[in-house]
Structures are given as C-alpha cells and as structure tokens.
T-cell receptor
Framework: DAKTTQPPSMDCAEGRAANLPCNHS???????VYWYRQIHSQGPQYIIHGLKNNETNEMASLIITEDRKSSTLILPHATLRDTAVYYC???????????FGTGTRLQVFP | KAGVTQTPRYLIKTRGQQVTLSCSPISGHRSVSWYQQTPGQGLQFLFEYFSETQRNKGNFPGRFSGRQFSNSRSEMNVSTLELGDSALYLC????????????FGPGTRLTVT
C-alpha cells in the first residue's frame, strides 16, 4: 500500500471550511483514497473514500487531483465536534487492512 | 442498529499474564479486524478474520493470536504480556470483505504493569 504524507496539525475557525491535504505520490491505479477520523479516546470513524472522481457525502467532500498524487478533504462548515485526528489512507479495494499514518490533528476553535 | 462492541473496556494485567479481549461486530457483518494503538507506534493492524478464517496478519509476534466464531464474534489473545503491550486495542467490522467502510468499536484499554 502506498504511503501518505499529511501535515501534523492544523487549526480552523468554527463555521469556516477545513481543508486537509494529503500527498500520496506513489499511489497505484487500483488504490483508493480513504479518510477516517479519530476523536479523542474513541475508535476511528469512516468519513469518505474515492478513486478518481471527487466525492461528496453528508460529512465531507474529497477532492482528488487529476494525477491522483494528492487529495484534499474538505469539511465545509467545521464545528467544535470536528476536532480530531484525521487519517488519509490509500489501499487496494479488496485488501481489508488499513495502514494508518500519523494523521493531521485538526483543532477547531470558537 | 447496535455498533461494534468490545469487552472489557478497561483492563489491568501484570507482566507475564495472558489476556483475552472480545469483539462483537455489527449484526450481519462477517469480517472483523483488530488494531493496536500506542502513542509511539500509532494505529497498527494486527489481523483480520472472515468466516472464521484468518485472512490477513500484521507484523506482530506469535504471542498475539485471534479467532472468530461462527456468529462472527471475535476474540484476540495476548500471552506472556509485556509492558509494551499496553495499548488501546480496537476492533473493526465490515459486512463483507473488500467493502469500503469499516466500523470501529470503542476499544479496550489494556494496561500492563
């Protein structure tokens, strides 16, 4: 599975969009990009995934560059409850294990 | 529907002892994975079971083992505990292998003294 690089920490004002970047320059053609988050002392929570196209769900949007070497998770209106560690993961579709990196610690402030 | 449940939530053991942790997946889910989370190593994959068979295994010593029962409930066992085994042990379930979204339980916090 390809490795990912994320900034260790980011801040965001409540109500503003949080844009979390992820680099995955060695991603293979059959690897998906996944985002999970972990709120303190809880289990990770699935957010969104994508292969090539941009994706949106009720939680977030995922923007993947055309060359697929990087992506951005967008939380459109961050709230205090979005304070968490966000993990960007790439993996082959039918490989069940998730390889977590160090993630980005997002702090949403009032 | 009920989420992934893990028991016990907290556990204190002594070096050299063994421990068994339990995970009940979401009803209907057949795949269960286990992860270890420590401050130093982060989240690391331990193993994954599907239909009572181990499908994947991470890079952990043989002291770490697991199994899955016919009702998809899973247990993991750590023998001869070491101080470094102190960690949050997380279980995740998926309805079928290869599906995208894994649902994690709250974890079991194991402290080895």
């Amino acid at each position: 599975d390809a490795k990912t690089t994320q900034p260790p920490s980011m801040d965001c004002a409540e109500g503003r969009a949080a844009n979390l970047p992820c680099n995955h320059s060695t991603i293979s053609g059959n690897e998906y990009v996944y985002w999970y988050r972990q709120i303190h002392s809880q289990g990770p929570q699935y957010i969104i995934h994508g292969l090539k196209n941009n994706e949106t769900n009720e939680m977030a949007s995922l923007i993947i560059t055309e060359d697929r070497k990087s992506s951005t998770l967008i939380l459109p209106h961050a709230t205090l409850r979005d304070t968490a560690v966000y993990y960007c993961i790439v993996r082959v579709y039918d490989a069940d294990k998730l390889i977590f990196g160090t993630g980005t610690r997002l702090q949403v402030f009032p | 529907k009920a989420g992934v449940t893990q028991t016990p939530r907290y556990l204190i053991k002594t070096r050299g002892q063994q421990v068994t942790l339990s995970c009940s997946p979401i009803s209907g889910h057949r795949s269960v994975s286990w992860y270890q989370q420590t401050p130093g190593q982060g989240l690391q994959f331990l193993f994954e079971y599907f239909s009572e068979t181990q499908r994947n295994k991470g890079n952990f010593p043989g002291r770490f083992s697991g199994r899955q029962f016919s009702n998809s409930r899973s247990e993991m066992n750590v023998s001869t505990l070491e101080l470094g085994d102190s960690a949050l042990y997380l279980c995740a379930s998926v309805k079928d292998t290869g599906l995208h979204e894994q649902y994690f339980g709250p974890g079991t916090r194991l402290t080895v003294t």
